[in-house]
């Protein structure tokens, strides 16, 4: 049986990633790591964690003691560098930390390719520091994901991003964490 940390497991991409994967393999048991510690997604092999994702000490002492996977889900645009670093860089460098200390990990880091400047920049920067550890890491990139459920600010430029040609098929959810998915599920076989 193998364990999979989700850090960020409640939001949009980090539900839809359980979702699919629970349907890909019935072994896997799934540790979604937030704020909240709630979850709209119910099966017996998710197991909620209620705990601040910046802290890695705290996280520490609740996850499963090994796991073969962890995944970043967290990430918002914010032009305060601070508060983007506490958004998005503390997080990562929690997983990172977290997967140092584990015999063979994957991580999985969700970047972007639309968005503010600073956003895509620092997302970029994050992921090139995850690349450059000794962990193999998979990672999508992707441009506006939506569908399932998803119905904000960013689902109503749809129209005008196929419109201007930027539209992608690999905006669906089910595509994108798929994607994810096998890359990680390849870079742990390997």
Same mark, same amino acid.
């Given at each position: 049986?193998?364990?999979?940390?989700?850090? $960020? $497991?409640?939001?949009?991409?980090?539900?839809? *990633?359980?979702?699919?994967?629970?349907?890909?393999?019935?072994?896997?048991?799934?540790?979604?790591?937030?704020?909240?510690?709630? %979850?709209?997604?119910?099966?017996?092999?998710?197991?909620?964690?209620?705990?601040?994702?910046?802290?890695?000490?705290?996280?520490?002492?609740?996850?499963?003691?090994?796991?073969?996977?962890?995944?970043?889900?967290?990430?918002?645009?914010?032009?305060?560098?601070?508060?983007?670093?506490?958004?998005?860089?503390?997080?990562?460098?929690?997983?990172?930390?977290?997967?140092?200390?584990?015999?063979?990990?994957?991580?999985?880091?969700?970047?972007?390719?639309?968005?503010?400047?600073?956003? *895509?920049?620092?997302?970029?920067?994050?992921?090139?520091?995850?690349?450059?550890?000794? *962990?193999?890491?998979?990672?999508?990139?992707?441009?506006?994901?939506? $569908?399932? $459920?998803?119905?904000?600010?960013?689902?109503?430029?749809?129209?005008?991003?196929?419109?201007?040609?930027?539209?992608?098929?690999?905006? %669906?959810?089910?595509?994108?964490?798929?994607?994810?998915? %096998?890359?990680? *599920?390849?870079?742990?076989?390997?």
């Amino acid at each position: 049986m193998a364990n999979v940390v989700i850090l $960020g $497991g409640n939001g949009y991409l980090g539900r839809n *990633i359980t979702k699919v994967w629970l349907e890909i393999d019935p072994k896997l048991e799934f540790y979604i790591v937030s704020r909240s510690g709630q %979850n709209k997604l119910v099966d017996k092999r998710i197991h909620n964690i209620k705990v601040d994702v910046t802290n890695e000490k705290d996280v520490a002492k609740k996850r499963p003691d090994t796991f073969d996977y962890i995944i970043d889900c967290i990430g918002v645009p914010e032009k305060d560098p601070e508060k983007f670093k506490q958004i998005n860089d503390l997080p990562a460098e929690t997983m990172l930390a977290l997967a140092r200390k584990q015999k063979d990990p994957v991580m999985g880091f969700i970047s972007g390719r639309l968005g503010p400047k600073t956003f *895509i920049d620092g997302k970029a920067q994050i992921l090139k520091e995850l690349q450059d550890s000794s *962990i193999k890491v998979a990672s999508v990139s992707p441009n506006v994901v939506y $569908g399932n $459920g998803r119905k904000d600010s960013m689902t109503k430029m749809v129209p005008f991003l196929k419109f201007m040609d930027l539209f992608s098929a690999k905006m %669906n959810p089910d595509d994108v964490v798929k994607d994810l998915i %096998n890359q990680m *599920i390849k870079l742990h076989n390997s």
